[in-house]
């Protein structure tokens, strides 16, 4: 697979992600922040760009 194909396909799944993550806190009365970050690496989602930076040094270092 090509790299383009392959970086497309990732921003799709992060998409879907954020998207599903935004449905299921609205169904459960919670409010999603449009400010998230996910990991570039394993695509854990972080809601706060300290959470993201301390991540990335710890598991990624």
């Known amino acids: 697979m090509s790299s383009a194909v ?3 396909w990732r921003r ?3 998409s879907y992600n954020h998207l599903c993550a935004r449905e299921d806190g ?3 009365g919670v409010t999603i922040p449009s400010g998230v970050w996910a990991c570039d690496h394993c695509h854990a989602p972080h809601l706060e760009l300290a959470t993201l930076k301390h991540h990335l040094r710890t598991e990624h270092a």
Do not use: H
């Open 12 to 14: 799709l799944v992060q």
């Open 6 to 8: 392959r970086r497309t």
């Open 26 to 28: 609205t169904a459960r």
